[in-house]
């Protein structure tokens, strides 16, 4: 993927960026698992990493986060360390702009299930 940044085009390797973003994503406390989203069941729209979906509009990213949580997390906090965390990791990890990190619950998980 392509992105003009500021002063120049950067071209992201999607597949390590995805990875490193969902590693972030499952390294926050009360994160239970990446999940798939709804496209992920249709021919022709399997991610490259599961609950990371990247795109682009007018030169900045949009990323769509699809987890689940376990019981009894906070969740509208968890959404909130989520948005902040992958910001700072992908800020550093690319020049690429971020115009919205999108986080959407798909399950709730029992602790030891």
Known sequence: MALKTENKTANLNIENYMQAVSEEVKSINGVSSMSGSFTDSLPGFKPA????KLSEDAGRLIVDLYINVFYHSN???LAWDIQK???????????AKIKEINVHVQGVEMPGD
């Open 85 to 95: 965390q992958v910001k700072t990791r992908m800020e550093e990890i690319s020049p």
């Open 75 to 77: 969740i509208p906090r």
């Open 49 to 52: 990493i599961k609950g990371v």
